[in-house]
């Protein structure tokens, strides 16, 4: 048997734009055998000027008709080693990446190429080649893995996945991440009315909470991890019981757009603030608002509580930040330092100190012992859409609608390091309560793991990413079913350097059980 690098080497001398040309003839003709119609119906005056092209092309899928690749799986144990070897012949060889791309577009067409097709993109995935943008409408795709498949603006409309293995697949815009206290579960929220909780430890996803309308804009665990509150662009605020993943109590009573939610540490009270330029405070046990806070500062556009749960720190429209005595019902103090709204507001965990971040562009961190400002940080190019501090107190991270993370060293202000990956604008970050993993959301359709030592010296991290074993990272029984739209799950070990996990996916699709 001719070796499969032999055959599609021969692909070389064809012109690419062949591969595009031939695609659209097949839906143009509806053909269902590709190869019968490159041997006779392409032989015509009307292709004449592409004879030689297509010539190659039908010798071609002819040999592979032939081999292995055309009939089994070579995604299993047994073809590792085969697919390593043709992955080093390949990666130097760009124009068999373009035949390999056409082979999968032939599992739209004829379905006797969809292992061959399947098999071609399991290769191009483990190649890592470039399949952003990619027109892979109708595809089929059966028996084969995924895994760290990056399909970034590709059309897979209408395509159909059989028995595909894809791990930590997320499908959704990512608005919020939250780590449960105990840092094994992170959720995730999006756009489509869902919710996703992921394995730290796995990547796998463990379960999916549905029923909210609307995109769900921000989600928070209770301290017991017991419960969710989650709110969306339907102007509600939900309750979920983690555990059955079914509504608690569903709350109304702002008067337009919700802005931040947020759990009491012992769990008994919610508070949400509001376009209408209110916070309200619901009791969780009775779902009845218990406060509502009005008339201070206009929209109020985040909301936290202290660690011991005594004061509700918000941040309003005009940028001042006002912090309120929940015992005492009264305002405390203010803080004024921004000029335009305090989107997100965080408090340390020893409640010595507070960060806002503003549409100013800017990061303040304030000192509440002395009453006063520390730092004000105005390195970011665009405004801030969250601010987190490590559970130990000594690091920042913040977020902006550009695609870096900034870590800042919260004693001297000074920035540690630079965090980039992510494609577009990243909204969300949240550190793990061990301080080992920081979770980012972002508008480029994923959530990304941030593994390292707080110890360590992050001026010196390389963010390159490197393709290592993924082994251990599959779905199991969970193999993707159905969903929409491209999102990953990427996991960086800084000790190590590598990539730990990389799993994609995009498009519309049907995906059969």
């Not at 055309?70 to 080093?88: A, G, V």
Request: proline residues 1%; contains cysteine.
């Amino acid at each position: 048997m001719e070796d499969i690098f032999e055959i599609l080497i021969q692909s070389k001398d064809i012109d690419q734009f062949i591969y595009s040309e031939i695609i659209e003839s097949f839906k143009r003709e509806k053909i269902t055998n590709c190869l019968e119609f490159l041997e006779q119906e392409f032989d015509n005056q009307k292709y004449t000027q592409y004879d030689d092209n297509i010539r190659k092309v039908a010798n071609i899928i002819k040999k592979i008709i032939g081999h292995d690749f055309y009939k089994k799986n070579y995604s299993t144990e047994t073809y590792n080693q085969t697919i390593e070897d043709l992955i080093t012949k390949i990666l130097p060889e760009e124009e068999i990446v373009g035949f390999l791309k056409f082979l999968v577009c032939l599992t739209a067409i004829d379905d006797k190429f969809i292992q061959c097709g399947s098999n071609s993109l399991n290769l191009l995935v483990k190649m890592k080649a470039d399949l952003s943008q990619q027109c892979f409408q109708n595809i089929k795709i059966q028996n084969t893995s995924l895994i760290g498949a990056n399909f970034e603006k590709c059309n897979l409309r209408g395509s159909q996945f059989d028995n595909v293995d894809i791990s930590g697949i997320n499908l959704n815009n990512i608005f919020s991440v939250c780590f449960s206290p105990d840092g094994k579960v992170l959720s995730s929220s999006g756009q489509y009315k869902s919710i996703c909780f992921w394995s730290v430890k796995t990547g796998k996803k463990i379960s999916q909470l549905q029923g909210q309308k609307g995109n769900i804009l921000q989600i928070c665990f209770s301290l017991d991890s017991t419960k969710l509150t989650s709110f969306s662009s339907d102007y509600s605020i939900r309750l979920w019981n983690v555990k059955t993943g079914k509504t608690i109590s569903k709350l109304k009573g702002h008067n337009g757009t919700i802005q931040s939610i947020c759990f009491s540490p012992d769990g008994y009270t919610l508070a949400s603030s509001g376009y209408d330029q209110t916070v309200h405070l619901w009791n969780v046990q009775t779902k009845e608002q218990q406060t509502k806070l009005s008339g201070t500062g206009g929209t109020k556009y985040s909301v936290c509580f202290s660690p011991d749960g005594t004061t509700l720190a918000f941040g309003s429209v005009y940028g001042s930040i006002y912090l309120w005595d929940i015992k005492q019902g009264q305002q405390q103090s203010t803080f004024e330092g921004h000029n335009n709204i305090v989107h997100s507001i965080c408090f340390s965990t020893d409640g010595t100190k507070l960060a806002s971040g503003s549409f100013d562009k800017t990061i303040c961190l304030w000192d509440l012992l002395a009453g006063e400002r520390k730092f004000k940080l105005e390195c970011h190019t665009h405004w801030v859409n969250q601010v987190c501090f490590s559970f130990d107190g000594a690091v920042l991270a913040s977020c902006c609608r550009v695609k870096s993370i900034r870590l800042w060293n919260v004693d001297t202000g000074r920035q540690l390091s630079k965090l980039d990956g992510h494609t577009d604008w990243v909204y969300s970050v949240c550190f793990a309560p061990d301080d080992l993993t920081l979770a980012s959301g972002s508008y480029d359709q994923s959530i990304r793991f941030w593994n390292f030592n707080l110890g360590l010296k992050y001026s010196n991290i390389d963010n390159q990413q490197i393709l290592v074993n993924q082994k251990g990272f599959s779905l199991d029984s969970n193999t993707l079913k159905s969903g929409s739209y491209y999102n990953v799950i990427h996991s960086k070990n800084f000790n190590s350097e590598q990539q730990k996990l990389s799993s994609k996916n995009r498009g519309s699709f049907n995906l059969k059980k």
